[in-house]
């Protein structure tokens, strides 16, 4: 019986040495990352040939194809250019990226003619952001436009969406020295807890799922200046065909922070009414409910705000004793303007744009999923419609670190 348990543990042995063997072996269908080319940024634009382009063509390099989009890949790890100053020394300085640009009809055989010009393929594993100008989406869906991205398994469902407000080439050629230009737009998002100027990020997998429910959303805008970025606004999208109808500026992202409730910091800033100086009061946090009201085929809304911050700056009166007074004034100062904005907004979306960005629709389907059933295929419509109340807190936590 002993002999027979030692026999059983050796095979036990063996069975654990050989497992781990294969488990410790490396990666049998890997390829060298030397071998390969990640882009991290892609900018799709209106086509506009280049002039290599032109002139391939001319010497019989071109392809049966339409030309409706340009496609600019941000790729790195970057290639050895001479610089002005290292053609007359002889030296060569490394490039963090380089942008390679190519028109066609179709995303995918774009990426595949790069392999007539480059010894090494382009991959997408590592995907960062997707820009599409604003002049393609006026004429495209965004489905069209970004169903490769959304059907090829190599690119990350988690690369980040952006409209330009010009050319997405610019956006990807814009950069300060060392920086390259998808991953900066990629980081930018991560200063939301500083402003709420920036909307929460849209990846390709949300976008998907706005798309596919036929919803209308918005997608956050970038513009460029003087060889710089800057998030600017957002690109309002129609559901039914996921076309570009519109645009609300910078004021228009706070209000919508306040409503949603998804301020994570930012900047509410006021004039004193008497001297006309400014105060301000920085933003911590805020709170919203929705609560959808439904009386037979009546629709409504009452939004609860609550934001909470400190002030921070004040022009009117730097050197004022604070007391109960003081701090109920601008309260009040505050909270007229931030109701301001606010109204701004919702007239926007139910009169001008007539849509849903601010997922009223989802809360409704939450609470009264009957009725929604009812109205989801038109709700752009129902809700233009439906009356919105609010009720607005302002909470001055403190005055900051001054000592008054």
């Not at 030397?34 to 002139?55: H, M, N, S, W």
């Not at 700056?313 to 007229?336: A, G, H, I, Q």
């Not at 809700?383 to 936590?397: C, G, K, N, Q, R």
Request: proline share 3%; glycine share 6%; hydrophobic share 35%.
């Amino acid at each position: 019986m002993k002999h027979i348990q030692l026999k059983l543990i050796h095979i036990v042995k063996v069975f654990v040495i050989l497992t781990m063997l294969f488990l410790t072996t490396a990666c049998w269908s890997s390829r060298e990352i030397e071998d390969l080319r990640a882009y991290l940024g892609i900018g799709i634009d209106v086509a506009d040939e280049t002039k290599f382009e032109k002139e391939v063509n001319m010497l019989g390099g071109h392809y049966p194809k339409k030309n409706i989009l340009t496609a600019t890949v941000q790729v790195v790890p970057g290639v050895y250019g001479r610089s002005d100053q290292s053609q007359n020394t002889g030296s060569q300085t490394p490039e963090t990226f380089f942008n390679e640009k190519l028109t066609g009809d179709s995303i995918f055989q774009i990426f595949r003619q790069f392999s007539l010009r480059r010894d090494r393929p382009i991959i997408g594993h590592h995907l960062k952001v997707v820009v599409v100008s604003r002049a393609l989406c006026e004429k495209y869906g965004l489905e069209k436009i970004l169903d490769f991205f959304l059907r090829d398994n190599d690119i990350r469902p988690s690369a980040l969406i952006l409209i330009s407000q010009e050319k997405a080439m610019d956006v990807l050629s814009s950069s300060q020295p060392g920086e390259i230009p998808a991953l900066n737009l990629k980081g930018l998002v991560n200063n939301r807890h500083r402003t709420n100027r920036i909307l929460p990020p849209v990846s390709l997998s949300r976008l998907e799922a706005y798309m596919q429910s036929k919803r209308s959303f918005i997608l956050q805008n970038v513009i460029t200046a003087e060889n710089e970025i800057k998030f600017s606004g957002a690109a309002i999208f129609k559901g039914e065909a996921n076309q570009w109808i519109g645009q609300l500026n910078q004021t228009d992202l706070e209000s919508i922070s306040y409503i949603s409730g998804t301020a994570k910091g930012g900047v509410l800033k006021t004039y004193d009414p008497e001297n006309g100086q400014s105060i301000v009061y920085e933003v911590k946090s805020a709170d919203s409910v929705i609560t959808p009201k439904v009386e037979g085929d009546k629709i409504s809304f009452h939004v609860s705000m609550r934001t909470t911050g400190e002030i921070m700056e004040d022009w009117s009166e730097p050197d004022r004793l604070v007391d109960e007074d003081y701090m109920n004034k601008l309260t009040t100062l505050f909270k007229k303007q931030c109701q301001k904005q606010i109204d701004e907004t919702l007239y926007k979306l139910q009169n001008k744009y007539r849509v849903d960005v601010v997922e009223f629709g989802n809360q409704l389907r939450i609470d009264h999923p009957k009725v929604w059933n009812r109205v989801k295929d038109h709700w752009d419509e129902v809700f233009s419609t439906a009356p919105i109340t609010y009720d607005l807190e302002v909470d001055i936590t403190d005055y900051g670190s001054a000592i008054h």
